[in-house]
């Protein structure tokens, strides 16, 4: 159980462009996703924490018209990369959270910006 | 606010021999201690948990952590290391009042040696 996908599981985009991807619970409803950035070498960084039905609320120095997050569902969150540019290339995690003390990994998803 | 700091960015040793990752955890409540691993291109994976029950907490593929108040640690060990073990090993700190928020530590690359 707890199984969490993103999609895709990697992207290569020309820079100006948009990108999105998807955080799906599989078999479970998330009270909340949260979405994460690693760069190579690093650990993971929160970005923002989405509920479902309201706005997601963004980690101090990550802009939210860059950014953006949609959680449409408990089984659905997405963000969306806009005007993506070369700095914006990284490893994007999501992850989910049932409302107790552990919080579930998607595989990730590696973004190229060329 | 909780922070986590694993020592030694790269730990490197042989097959068959004791593994000891270490993480030291700072928290003005009592915490919720995590330790995950990531394989190359992957999300995390859950290895254990510590959420005030036992000290001594037994994971996945054979890893257990202790958690040690006076000492403000959570280790990870590992009496025989297999190839398969090398990985990203992140050691990550939450509470009751905040389980959603996890902060992470540096990280920790092993290798095993054959």
């Known amino acids: 159980g707890a199984v969490v996908s993103q999609h895709p599981s990697w992207v290569i985009c020309k820079s100006g462009t948009s990108v999105k991807i998807e955080c799906r619970s599989l078999d479970f409803q998330a009270t909340t996703m949260f979405w994460y950035r690693q760069f190579p070498k690093q650990s993971l960084m929160l970005m923002a924490t989405?509920?479902?039905?309201?706005?997601?609320?963004?980690e101090q120095g990550v802009e939210k018209d860059k950014f953006l997050i949609n959680h449409a569902s408990l089984t659905l969150s997405t963000l969306t990369v806009t005007s993506a540019h070369p700095e914006d290339s990284s490893f994007y995690i999501c992850?989910?959270?049932?409302?107790?003390?552990?919080?579930?990994f998607g595989p990730g998803t590696r973004l190229t910006v060329l | 606010a909780q922070s986590v700091t694993q020592l030694g960015s790269h730990v490197s040793v042989s097959e068959g021999a004791l593994v000891l990752l270490r993480c030291n955890y700072s928290?003005?409540?009592?915490?919720?201690l995590f330790w995950y691993v990531q394989y190359p291109n992957q999300g995390l994976q859950l290895l254990l948990k510590y959420t005030s029950a036992a000290t001594l907490v037994k994971g996945i593929n054979g890893f257990e952590a202790e958690f040690k108040k006076s000492e403000t640690s959570f280790h990870l060990t590992k009496p025989s290391a297999h190839m398969s073990d090398a990985a990203e090993y992140f050691c990550a700190v939450s509470t009751a009042q905040g389980a959603q928020k996890l902060v992470f530590g540096q990280g920790t690359r092993l290798t095993i040696n054959p």
């Open positions: 928290s003005s409540v009592p915490p919720y």
């Open positions: 989405s509920n479902e039905g309201s706005k997601a609320t963004y």
């Open positions: 992850s989910a959270w049932l409302g107790t003390d552990t919080q579930y």
